[in-house]
């Protein structure tokens, strides 16, 4: 601890105690009645508006980890880590699609999470399980990263050490966003969101202006990344990239980006934060206006040639064999000390956001679809939110104890798993706001198979530094390429999905009650029978 930037700790603690003030004041913003019901305390009431939406549904997409992640895989192998570009724009049409038709029919039935949609449209407890089970699992890692971008920061602070002293401000941190999380619900982060966006916005914008000047312009920093990439890297005898893609990657690219398309509106936060939402209109623009943030993940981006192009940057990134530090060792080195701590709360607050939206969105799974369906159907609203409050308190704890217990690595392996995992949900999902033909038996069949294969071929993948779990592509069975996993799986699930769909219906196997019709998928806000309830109503 005696290396700690005093400056740049102070403006951390500043901003972490500012949305903390922020956080619990959030329970009395556009309160309703009482706070006891899912409605409020898991959804802010489903009453935000197109304002409010587009910064809490940016605050579930653009993390703390992507804030570390994605320069992260620039700076480790060049172009290839700009394959979230076009990912987030094959994402947003998906969601236009898809997102008010979730967003009507949940508003009609109560549907607190995309299972709850899923155990009506298809009648099975199983199936809904099945999906809640997978959000949880796909969430848990998710969360864990949030804290490694938050232990990224804080080492290059100078917050080292061993023991209590190293992690005794990420207690801190999650113990305060728990204590407003419980007390607030989805209004503390849809409010701090404003803070956690402006400061991004501002960090950005001024460091593709300012780094430049410092480096030598951009001429210099792609001349600088160009090289470095192409160096031979001793451990795989290969250069680690090219700040161009080549035609052995172009696949790898492909699929990277579609596979997450079809995964990002799906994940349970971003779901949590759609359905808050006060009218199907809102998840309209939304869907056309969340594309700006696509800039400034490209912006965000660049800054991974930029570590690769400061000498001293790119040698203590490389000396601690963790390109996760990029840009904070880059926002150490090149931003006057104050500024650096500010951009640091910008990670900081990056992380609280998602994290608290993350935990909301596994606890409410875990409440509606797996204690009240299996052992409390006769559960109260009360009764459910004060179960999803106290679940939420151990999401954190587990998060945390993963981060401190295991190696870093794990958590960022387990996260790939999480979108090969989330994908195979799609086909009850995503196609079953359009079409009910699917079995629910084959839906179910298609997700286990496809789950199996994802998760053991992920397993199965090397890296340089590690036996298991290394990356999330792998050789594409009779085509010859490698591909993203969770592309491949999903194939796989719905070749399974609509041959058995066939049989099934073949046969005449029962298949479940649908709860809902069809202009349930279209109906607003003043149609939702939910609306009808006078103890829903917000101010």
Do not use: C
Request: glycine residues 8%; aromatic residues 12%; charged residues 10%.
């Amino acid at each position: 601890m005696d290396n700690v930037n005093g400056v740049e700790l102070t403006v951390f603690v500043f901003f972490i105690a500012l949305v903390t003030v922020v956080g619990f004041a959030a329970a009395r913003w556009r309160r309703g009645q009482t706070l006891l019901h899912l409605d409020e305390w898991g959804l802010g009431g489903r009453s935000f508006g197109t304002f409010v939406t587009w910064f809490l549904l940016g605050g579930d997409l653009y993390t703390a980890y992507t804030f570390i992640a994605v320069p992260a895989a620039v700076f480790a192998s060049g172009a290839m880590g700009f394959w979230s570009l076009p990912y987030a724009a094959i994402a947003y049409p998906i969601v236009f699609l898809i997102g008010p038709r979730l967003w009507s029919v949940s508003h009609v039935h109560g549907y607190v999470t995309p299972a709850d949609f899923v155990r009506g449209r298809f009648g099975s407890k199983s199936l809904g399980l099945a999906v809640a089970l997978t959000g949880i699992l796909a969430m848990m890692p998710y969360i864990a990263l949030q804290l490694v971008g938050i232990q990224a920061v804080l080492t290059v602070m100078g917050v080292k050490g061993s023991g209590l002293a190293r992690d005794l401000p990420l207690f801190i941190a999650f113990a305060l966003l728990a204590a407003y999380t419980y007390t607030s619900g989805l209004r503390a982060p849809a409010l701090i969101a404003f803070v956690k966006d402006a400061l991004i916005y501002l960090v950005i914008i001024v460091a593709v202006i300012y780094i430049p000047t410092k480096l030598g312009g951009w001429g210099h920093i792609f001349d600088s990344a160009q090289a470095s990439l192409t160096k031979v890297n001793p451990a795989t005898h290969k250069p680690s990239g090219s700040i161009i893609t080549s035609d052995l990657n172009h696949w790898a690219y492909g699929t990277l980006a579609l596979g997450s398309s079809l995964a990002l509106f799906i994940y349970p936060h971003t779901v949590t934060g759609a359905l808050a939402a006060g009218r199907r209109n809102v998840i309209r623009r939304n869907a056309a206006l969340l594309p700006a943030y696509s800039l400034l993940l490209g912006l965000l981006a660049l800054l991974g040639y930029m570590a690769l192009a400061k000498p001293d940057v790119a040698a203590a990134v490389k000396a601690a064999k963790n390109p996760q530090l990029a840009v904070p060792t880059l926002f150490d080195h090149v931003f006057p000390s104050w500024f650096a701590g500010v951009a640091f709360a910008a990670i900081g607050v990056g992380a609280l956001v998602p994290a608290a939206i993350m935990s909301i969105a596994a606890s409410n799974l875990f409440t509606r679809n797996v204690y009240k369906t299996f052992f409390r159907p006769e559960a109260s609203p009360a009764e459910e939110t004060r179960v999803s409050q106290f679940v939420s308190l151990l999401v954190k704890v587990g998060a945390l104890v993963f981060v401190l217990a295991f190696d870093k690595s794990l958590a960022i392996n387990l996260q790939l798993l999480g979108g090969i995992w989330i994908v195979q949900t799609f086909p009850s999902l995503a196609l079953g706001l359009f079409t009910r033909w699917f079995h629910r038996w084959a839906l179910l069949a298609g997700w286990a198979v496809a789950m199996v294969y994802g998760t053991v071929t992920a397993y199965r993948q090397p890296s340089p530094t590690q036996k298991h779990f290394g990356q999330p592509i792998a050789d594409i069975p009779l085509i010859h390429h490698t591909g993203y996993i969770a592309l491949t799986a999903f194939v796989l699930n719905m070749l399974v999905v609509v041959v058995l769909t066939v049989l099934l219906r073949a046969v005449k196997v029962a298949d479940g009650v649908d709860e809902t019709s069809p202009s349930d998928f279209l109906a607003d806000a003043e149609d939702s029978r939910v609306r009808d309830l006078p103890e829903l109503t917000t101010g």
